[in-house]
Structure formats: structure tokens, C-alpha cells
């Protein structure tokens, strides 16, 4: 028997794995570099493709094909320059070497023979022009004949120049050359010029004689002619002629033509001027008004009027220049002359005439207020736009028209009083070069003027102070603006409270409002910030807040009229708005005064949502509150009041009237403003109209939040506490016949409101039917994971795997291909350091040997 051999020697030797595709495994692999792949479980039919791997050998390999590939283009990447061979043949391997240099010959050959630009019709060939180049007929080589006199026409001969203009010895060496041809003795000057005179002469008789035979020729043409014409005239009868001159009547089209061919064409119009230009004309018509004003105020004299010279009693007037056509027309009325009354229509057409062109400067100048709505009282009237600039632009022209003689009629003289210097001293600055740096420089400018002239006061600084004009306007513009608020307060709170003027003012603070609105909108939050704190201090002393003035009300109005109420958020309008209902909640109505104040409030409020129809809560619970305290009963009505209002107490029936005179003498009417600040007490008559008033403007609020209101869903259960009580209302007959009627109708619009919102109810669904057994048949195709699915199913299945795979494996590869270009990067970055080392190290190292070879020289020259 045989030796058996080792356990060694009986295990098969290890499989090489497989290598990359298209390489030959090694024979021999490390076994340190291979990798098993083991699995958990052995499933019977699959094969392991990946059981065994190099990981080693695979990374050096795709380092080394990403070296060959990736970074041979990294460091193409910033090269853009290919040296391409275009030789004929050069990348065609079927064409023998003789047969390319051949074709590359012939082609070379073409190349020179054919032309390089089809427009150069110079190139390469001759052009001719009879038989001719036109080259050498370019040249103009040509013989002029000596026999054409058409160069020689309208010029002066030789001789003639020579004889009268100098020319000597030109004229010696022809005389020359013609006595050498003839051989005689040259001739004298005077038989020269003899012979000269003789030859012009001769040519003047043959050019008179030309001219006369050709004028024989044109009469005899002309006898001609009118021999030919007498047989060519043919006289038309007069039958004919009549009927060739009528012309047809035009018709309709043409009569237009002609219409519009008399038509005014249009005329060029002047370009509309800018802002600037607008103003610095506005400023420089002020100063002028103003240097008059001041000018007739000093009592001085106008420079520009010319004055009468002095007469004396010898003058004859004998050097006067009519200027124009005094004269009249004579007539009579009533037996007497007219002269007196023309003179005085020519006066007040004068003086109207100048008072006009100022009234339109002045119109111009300011629009008039229309959107004024503070006092509801007072009846609005025009604005008087012109003020005193009627008065100035007479007096200036009766200042620059002469004075007539005391013998003229009484039209023509003038009135001295306008000229004085009191009557200028009156009149109102026309320039405001310094705009009030302070509230009181602007009070003491306005105060004790009249409506019109504080107005006109505060557009002329406007149109003075215009930011246009210089640099720091602006500012002081913008510094108006508050000084006008300040004043509209004071205004507020006097006693009466001067409502017009606001409502004129209020134009001015939008003017300004639109220039500077970044700056009116910190002016209106500082004026709301300061009344919110007084009434949270008032708050926190007293436990409750009193209604606020006048002033502060009318602010809330004003912001209403400057700035957009519509927007969902505002920096000004918002806080207002808060500032409003913090109004209609924390202060109570103790008095018929707060009644008006919170009525006030109401408009306002509604006057803001009247685009954006928000609903505001407190607006309709305060209106709910006015019809509680106006009604007697005190039994439960249906909801239940809350702050400002209480059910019982002192003044839980304030707005109630009981005197039955009093009732029957009130007329409806608009309830002022006085009731709000006046402090003044009112009598018992007037408390009672008042209360009526108050319960009128609520009952027209209502009307409005009925309008305003009336698509909401939730209108009928808001407004039915509201309904109670105007139904209560009507049920007490001490209320005027206009009140109860403004009930009644009050009533009917919210009943008559549509019911927008549906009830709610259940939603409604199809019954759930009973579960039935019947089984569900599945064919199964495959069995394991991917059951139950179609064969296209099944597809879709698999090609979402296949592309996840690939996906997944793209991104692998793609973060490698950035893993190794980073490496790369960081090789290079390392390699440039190091040389930047090696060649800063070498550069010390001469640096240190030069420094030690001066060092040793300086030793030598001080050792010597």
C-alpha cells in the first residue's frame, strides 16, 4: 500500500477569484486581500456571484483607469487649443503616399490659378472697352485737338492779356517766332496793339451779323406760324359753350373734402413744465408782488413809471408821439353825449381785466377744499381763492398809470388811499424766504388773521420753502407739517372751537401728506402715541377713562382723510383704528357729552371700513348701548349689555325724554360738534333736542352697518338684540312722528336682509353596505416576494430596481471620481509647497553664504 498523504496535501487548493472583466485572475492571490462574503442563510437554487472578492486588487485598478481617464482631462481642463492635420488624405489609410502628395499638388495648383474674391474684377484679367483697356483709358492719355474751342470759350487770348495786363516778354517772344517763320522785322507796340483793336472789332461785326440773321429767321417763322394757325382755329358755338361751363354739383364726399380742407389744423402746444419749474416761477411771481408791496409800503416811488416833464406856459406841445387812438365814438342818449360813461367802461374794464389774470394765478395756485367733513353742522360755502391779491394787483396798476390833471372827469382819477403806505403795510407778505423754525413763530403769523389770510399764508411759505428751490426745505416743510397739527389742536380746543379753519387746514396737511409722508406718518404716531398713554395713566389712577377732547378727535378724523383706510395693515391707519376701539370699550358714557363723542367715534369707524367692510364688534355694541339708555324699560331685552354700558344705574336712561313740549317743538336735524367740547351748559330744552339728535344719528348709523353689513352670514344673529329693541322702540309713541318713522324703516332694511348662512346638518353619505364572503380569486404567476402582480407589473417592478441599482451606483462612483480628484488637488498643493520650501530654503542658504562671505571681508578690512 501506498503512503497515505498529509490533510494538507488532500485540500483541494484555494480558488482564485474572479477578477475584473476582461482580466485574468491572478494565480495566486494574497490572502490577506480577499474578502468573503458570507451569508446567513444557504438558499438552495441561487447562485452567489459576489461570494468572494479583492477589494485591493479592484481599487487599484479603477485608480489606475480614473488616472488614465479623469485626471488626464483635470488637467486638460483650462486647454482649449487641438493641433489638427486638414492635409488631403491624412487620416485616410486607403490612398497610397504617392497618390496624396499628387492630390495635394493638384489642389495647391487650383488654389493659386482661382480667384480669391468673386467681387475683385481686377484680379487675373483685362477688361476692354472697344478694343481698349480700361486701364490705359483710366490713365487719360488722350490728344485734345487744337482745332476744339470749347475749352477755349469765355477766355481771354494771349495777346490781349499779354498787351494789357504785362506780360512783355511773352508777347515779344510770339512777335518773335512769327517774324523768324516770316523772316520780316518785328513789329512796334502800337501796330500790336492796332492790330488787336482791328481783329476784336472784326469778330464783333460777324457776331452782330449772326444775331441779325438769326432774328430774320425767327420773324419769318413766326409770319409762318401764324399763317398755319388761322387755318387750325375752329370757333365753337356759343350752345356748346354754355353747356361745357356748367360743372356738375358736388356731391356729398366731396363737400366733405372741402370741409375738412378748411378745418383749423392743429397748432404745436407748449410742453408741460415739471414740478421744479412750476415753482420757481410761483416764487419768483411772490417776490415780485413782494418787492411792490414793500416798495409802495416805504412810500417810495416806481422806478419803471415814467414821469410827466415838466410844462411850461410857452410850450407849444409841439413834440408829443401819439401812442394810440384815443378817440370815441360821439353818441347820444336822451339829448346828451355818452363821454362819461364810455370813460367809465373803460375804467372797470381795466380794473377787471387785472383782477381777473390775479384771480387765476391765485386759482392755480391752491385747489379749494371739497372732502371737509368735521363740522356736520356747518353749511359749506366756495372758498375764496383770491383773498387780497385783487386789491394788491389794483393798487399796483393804479401806481403805474400817471396822475391825470384835477380838470379830468371823475372816472379817471384814482383813489390815494390805496396808495399810502398804511394800506401797503396791511397787505399780507407775498414771500416767506424763513419758514417758522417753531410753533409759536407760526401761531404769531397766523394769529389775528381771517380765515382766507391764514390759508393764504401757509401756501405761500409752502410755495416759498418749495424742496425744489435750495437744499434744507425739506426739512422745514416736514417740521410744517407738525407745526400744523399743533395748530389744528389749539384750534380744537378754543372756545368755540374754529371748525372752518381746520376744514380748510386740512387741505394743506394732505398737500404736504403727499410730499413727505414718511414723516406725516411719524408726526400721527407720536400725536396717537401720546393720547393712548394719557388714557392708560388715566386708567391706572382712576380705574376708568374719560372720552377724549376735541383735538384728539379731530386727529383721528384727519387720519382718515390722509392716508389709505383699505389696507390690511397700516402704520398709521392701524393704530388708529386701535386707538377708536379702545374708545368704544374702556370709556363709560356718564354724560350727553360723552353720547356725542362716541356717536363721533361710530362715524368714524364706519367712514374707515367703508371699502374694506370689516366688521368692528364694538361699533355695534356701542349703537346697542345708545338705543338701551334710550329706552324706559329695564326688563331683560334679549342679550345682555356690556362695558361701556350698564342695565341699571344713575345714567341708564339718559338718552330718555319725558317732556312732552320738548318732543313735539324738535326738527331733525345735524348734530354739531359744539355738544362735544362746549362747556357751556345747556338748557333742559336743548339737552332734550339734543338726545332726540343723538338717537336719530344712531338709528341713520344703523342704516349704514345694514348696509355695509348686510352680506355677512351672521348678520341676523348679530342684529337681533338690535331688533328687540328698535321693536320696543316702536311700541312707545312718546318718540316724534320723524323718529318713529326713521324706526319703522330702520327695522324693515334689517328684516329684509337675506339669510346667507345655511343650517347645519349632517353630512349626508351612502349606506355602508354589508361585508360579503364571496372569496377573491388571485392567479398566481411567480411564486415568493413579487406575487400576486401582471407580467407588467412585474416589469415596471424591475426596471424601478434595475434603476435604483444604477442610481446608486452612479452616486457611488461619482463621490469616488471626487474623492480622487480631491487627492489629486491635495498631491499638487503638497508638491508646489514643497518646492516653494526647497526654493526658500536654497535662497537662505545663498542669503546665509553671502552674509558670511561679507562678514569675513569686513573682518580682513578691519584686521588692516
Known amino acids: 500500500?501506498?503512503?497515505?498523504?498529509?490533510?494538507?496535501?488532500?485540500?483541494?487548493?484555494?480558488?482564485?477569484?474572479?477578477?475584473?472583466?476582461?482580466?485574468?485572475?491572478?494565480?495566486?492571490?494574497?490572502?490577506?486581500?480577499?474578502?468573503?462574503?458570507?451569508?446567513?442563510?444557504?438558499?438552495?437554487?441561487?447562485?452567489?456571484?459576489?461570494?468572494?472578492?479583492?477589494?485591493?486588487?479592484?481599487?487599484?485598478?479603477?485608480?489606475?483607469?480614473?488616472?488614465?481617464?479623469?485626471?488626464?482631462?483635470?488637467?486638460?481642463?483650462?486647454?482649449?487649443?487641438?493641433?489638427?492635420?486638414?492635409?488631403?488624405?491624412?487620416?485616410?489609410?486607403?490612398?497610397?503616399?504617392?497618390?496624396?502628395?499628387?492630390?495635394?499638388?493638384?489642389?495647391?495648383?487650383?488654389?493659386?490659378?482661382?480667384?480669391?474674391?468673386?467681387?475683385?474684377l481686377n484680379e487675373d484679367e483685362e477688361l476692354t472697352h472697344y478694343g481698349q483697356s480700361l486701364a490705359d483709358i483710366e490713365k487719360h492719355n488722350d490728344i485734345v485737338d487744337s482745332d476744339s474751342d470749347a475749352e477755349e470759350r469765355g477766355m481771354l487770348s494771349a495777346e490781349l492779356t499779354a498787351a494789357h495786363f504785362g506780360g512783355r516778354g511773352l508777347l515779344h517772344k510770339k512777335t518773335s517766332q512769327q517774324e523768324g517763320e516770316e523772316g520780316g522785322k518785328p513789329k512796334s507796340r502800337k501796330e500790336l496793339i492796332e492790330e488787336l483793336i482791328a481783329k476784336s472789332k472784326q469778330e464783333k461785326r460777324e457776331r452782330q451779323a449772326q444775331r441779325e440773321d438769326a432774328l430774320e429767321l425767327t420773324e419769318k417763322l413766326d409770319q409762318d406760324w401764324k399763317e398755319i394757325q388761322t387755318l387750325l382755329s375752329h370757333k365753337t358755338p356759343k350752345s356748346e359753350k354754355k353747356e361745357k361751363k356748367e360743372n356738375p354739383k358736388p356731391d356729398a364726399y366731396d363737400m366733405m373734402v372741402r370741409e375738412l380742407g378748411f378745418e383749423m389744423k392743429a397748432q404745436p402746444s407748449n410742453r408741460m413744465k415739471t414740478e421744479e419749474e412750476l415753482a420757481k416761477e410761483e416764487q419768483e411771481r411772490l417776490r415780485k408782488l413782494e418787492t411792490e408791496r414793500l416798495r409802495r409800503m416805504l412810500g417810495k416811488e416806481d422806478e419803471s413809471v415814467k414821469k410827466p416833464k415838466h410844462?411850461?406856459?410857452?410850450?407849444?406841445?409841439?413834440?408829443?408821439?401819439?401812442?394810440?387812438?384815443?378817440?370815441?365814438?360821439?353818441?347820444?342818449?336822451d339829448g346828451k353825449m355818452n363821454v362819461e360813461e364810455d370813460v367809465h367802461e373803460e375804467l372797470s374794464r381795466e380794473t377787471g381785466s387785472h383782477g381777473n389774470n390775479e384771480e387765476e394765478s391765485e386759482d392755480e395756485s391752491g385747489d379749494p377744499d371739497s372732502h371737509s367733513d368735521l363740522d356736520s353742522s356747518a353749511e359749506s360755502g366756495d372758498p375764496d381763492n383770491h383773498s387780497d391779491l385783487d386789491s394788491s394787483a389794483e393798487s399796483g396798476e393804479e401806481n403805474k398809470k400817471p396822475q391825470r390833471e384835477q380838470g379830468q372827469t371823475p372816472g379817471k382819477r384814482l383813489r390815494?388811499?390805496?396808495?399810502?403806505?398804511?394800506?401797503?403795510?396791511?397787505?399780507?407778505?407775498?414771500?416767506?424766504?424763513?419758514?417758522?423754525?417753531?410753533?409759536?413763530?407760526?401761531?404769531?403769523?397766523?394769529?389775528?388773521?381771517?380765515?382766507?389770510?391764514?390759508?393764504?399764508?401757509?401756501?405761500?411759505?409752502?410755495?416759498?420753502?418749495?424742496?425744489?428751490?435750495?437744499?434744507?426745505?425739506?426739512?422745514?416743510?416736514?417740521?410744517?407739517f407738525g407745526f400744523l397739527l399743533e395748530y389744528v389742536g389749539d384750534l380744537a380746543t378754543s372756545d368755540p372751537p374754529n371748525l372752518k379753519v381746520i376744514d380748510k387746514l386740512v387741505v394743506q396737511l394732505y398737500n404736504l401728506c403727499q410730499l413727505f409722508p414718511e414723516s406725516a406718518s411719524s408726526s400721527m404716531q407720536f400725536v396717537l402715541r401720546d393720547a393712548m398713554h394719557e388714557m392708560e395713566e388715566m386708567i391706572e389712577t382712576k380705574g376708568r377713562a374719560a372720552f377724549p377732547g376735541l383735538d384728539v378727535l379731530i386727529y383721528l378724523k384727519i387720519v382718515g382723510l390722509l392716508f389709505p383706510t383699505s389696507d390690511f395693515r397700516h402704520p398709521v391707519v392701524t393704530p388708529a383704528l386701535m386707538c377708536l376701539s379702545q374708545l368704544l370699550t374702556k370709556c363709560p358714557v356718564l354724560s350727553l357729552q360723552d353720547v356725542v363723542k362716541g356717536l363721533f367715534v361710530c362715524c368714524l369707524f364706519l367712514e374707515c371700513v367703508a371699502l374694506s367692510h370689516r366688521f368692528i364688534p364694538e361699533v355695534i355694541n356701542f349703537l346697542l348701548g345708545i338705543l338701551y339708555i334710550a329706552t324706559p324699560n329695564k326688563q331683560s331685552q334679549g342679550s345682555t349689555l356690556v362695558h361701556p354700558f350698564r342695565a341699571l344705574g344713575k345714567n341708564s336712561e339718559l338718552l330718555l325724554v319725558s317732556d312732552a313740549e320738548d318732543v313735539a317743538t324738535w326738527q331733525r336735524g345735524s348734530l354739531p360738534l359744539r355738544w362735544a367740547s362746549g362747556p357751556r351748559a345747556p338748557t333742559a330744552t336743548e339737552a332734550n333736542h339734543a338726545r332726540l339728535s343723538c338717537l336719530a344719528v344712531c338709528l341713520a348709523l344703523l342704516r349704514h352697518c345694514t348696509i355695509i353689513y348686510g352680506t355677512l352670514p351672521s348678520f341676523h344673529a348679530v342684529t337681533r338684540p338690535l331688533q328687540a329693541l328698535l321693536t320696543q322702540h316702536l311700541t312707545d309713541c312718546s318718540h316724534p312722528h320723524e323718529l318713529q318713522e326713521l324706526f319703522q324703516s330702520t327695522l324693515a332694511e334689517m328684516e329684509n336682509q337675506k339669510q346667507l348662512y345655511r343650517p347645519l346638518l349632517c353630512e349626508k353619505s351612502k349606506p355602508v353596505p354589508l361585508k360579503l364572503f364571496t372569496p377573491r380569486l388571485v392567479k398566481v404567476l411567480e411564486f415568493g416576494r413579487k406575487q400576486g402582480s401582471s407580467k407588467e407589473e412585474q416589469e415596471r417592478k424591475r426596471l424601478i430596481h434595475k434603476h435604483k441599482r444604477e442610481f446608486k451606483g452612479a452616486v457611488r462612483e461619482i463621490r469616488k471620481d471626487n474623492q480622487f480628484l480631491a487627492r489629486m488637488q491635495l498631491s499638487e498643493i503638497m508638491e508646489r509647497d514643497a518646492e516653494r520650501k526647497r526654493r526658500v530654503k536654497q535662497l537662505f542658504n545663498s542669503l546665509a553664504t553671502q552674509e558670511g562671505e561679507w562678514k569675513a571681508l569686513k573682518r580682513k578690512k578691519f584686521k588692516k
Do not use: W
Open 1 to 120: 500500500m501506498g503512503k497515505a498523504r498529509p490533510r494538507a496535501a488532500r485540500r483541494p487548493a484555494p480558488r482564485a477569484p474572479a477578477g475584473a472583466r476582461g482580466s485574468a485572475a491572478r494565480a495566486n492571490p494574497n490572502p490577506f486581500e480577499v474578502k468573503v462574503n458570507r451569508q446567513k442563510f444557504q438558499i438552495l437554487g441561487r447562485k452567489a456571484r459576489h461570494d468572494v472578492g479583492l477589494p485591493g486588487v479592484a481599487r487599484a485598478r479603477a485608480i489606475r483607469k480614473r488616472t488614465q481617464t479623469l485626471l488626464k482631462e483635470y488637467k486638460d481642463r483650462d486647454k482649449s487649443n487641438v493641433f489638427t492635420d486638414k492635409r488631403f488624405g491624412e487620416y485616410n489609410s486607403n490612398i497610397s503616399p504617392e497618390e496624396k502628395m499628387m492630390k495635394r499638388f493638384a489642389l495647391e495648383q487650383q488654389r493659386h490659378h482661382e480667384k480669391k474674391s468673386i467681387y475683385n
Open 311 to 333: 410844462m411850461s406856459a410857452d410850450d407849444l406841445n409841439d413834440g408829443f408821439v401819439l401812442d394810440k387812438d384815443d378817440r370815441r365814438l360821439l353818441s347820444y342818449k
Open 416 to 480: 390815494s388811499d390805496q396808495n399810502t403806505p398804511k394800506a401797503a403795510r396791511a397787505e399780507l407778505p407775498y414771500t416767506f424766504a424763513v419758514a417758522p423754525e417753531s410753533y409759536e413763530e407760526l401761531r404769531s403769523v397766523l394769529s389775528g388773521r381771517s380765515m382766507e389770510e391764514q390759508l393764504l399764508v401757509v401756501e405761500r411759505i409752502q410755495k416759498c420753502n418749495h424742496p425744489s428751490l435750495a437744499v434744507g426745505n425739506k426739512e422745514k416743510l416736514e417740521k410744517l
